[in-house]
T-cell receptor, first 115, second 115 residues
Framework: DAKTTQPNSMESNEEEPVHLPCNHS???????IHWYRQLPSQGPEYVIH???SNVNNRMASLAIAEDRKSSTLILHRATLRDAAVYYC????????????????FGQGTILTVHP | GAGVSQSPRYKVAKRGQDVALRCDPI?????LFWYQQALGQGPEFLTY????????KSGLPSDRFFAERPEGSVSTLKIQRTQQEDSAVYLC?????????????FGPGTRLTVL
């Protein structure tokens, strides 16, 4: 899987929007952009994914640059429960590929939310 | 509904002991993944099952690590002759179908400490 680059840490205040950036300059046309987060002492959980168009779900929004070389996870109103490590991951969707959908995690971004 | 469960949640082993870690995936999920997460790092892929077939074991760090899923549901990760460097959180994840198609649901992990 192609490599992603994220800031080591970010801080936010409660009820403010948070924009978590991810660079993936070597992304290929068959890579989906996935975001997972890991709350303290828990396993990672899926947040959102997209290919080319911006995506929204109940948890977050994903804004994908037109050239797909970067993306931003947007939490519209951060809460204390959003404090976690956020991972941006590229998943190869090539049919017959050997990745079997395994996730290749980087270091992620540690998000701290202040009350 | 029931999510992915793992047992035990915590395991302390003396160096040289064998350990067995259990994963109960979500019922009906075809794909099962094991990951290893060292302190302060993102999870790293160990092995992948599609039903009972182990299709990828490229991430297993040594021949002391062995995984099985004999009936295509519950999986066990076994570590023989544990070493201190095996201390980590072992995460299990399942997804509905194989390849890239679906989000992975993670269990809470088993924290292994080797003394």
């Amino acid at each position: 899987d192609a490599k992603t680059t994220q800031p080591n840490s970010m801080e936010s205040n409660e009820e403010e929007p948070v924009h978590l950036p991810c660079n993936h300059s070597t992304i290929s046309g068959t890579d989906y952009i996935h975001w997972y987060r890991q709350l303290p002492s828990q396993g990672p959980e899926y947040v959102i994914h997209g290919l080319t168009s911006n995506v929204n779900n109940r948890m977050a929004s994903l804004a994908i640059a037109e050239d797909r070389k970067s993306s931003t996870l947007i939490l519209h109103r951060a809460t204390l429960r959003d404090a976690a490590v956020y991972y941006c991951i590229l998943r190869d969707t090539t049919a017959g590929g050997t990745s079997y959908g395994k996730l290749t995690f980087g270091q992620g971004t540690i998000l701290t939310v202040h009350p | 509904g029931a999510g992915v469960s793992q047992s035990p949640r915590y395991k302390v082993a003396k160096r040289g002991q064998d350990v067995a870690l259990r994963c109960d995936p979500i019922s009906g999920h075809v794909s099962l993944f094991w990951y290893q997460q060292a302190l302060g790092q993102g999870p790293e892929f160990l092995t992948y099952f599609q039903n009972e077939a182990q299709l990828d074991k490229s991430g297993l760090p040594s021949d002391r690590f062995f995984a099985e899923r004999p009936e295509g549901s519950v999986s066990t990760l076994k570590i023989q002759r544990t070493q201190q460097e095996d201390s980590a959180v072992y995460l299990c994840a399942s997804s509905l179908r194989g390849l890239y198609g679906n989000e992975q649901f993670f269990g809470p992990g088993t924290r292994l400490t080797v003394l």
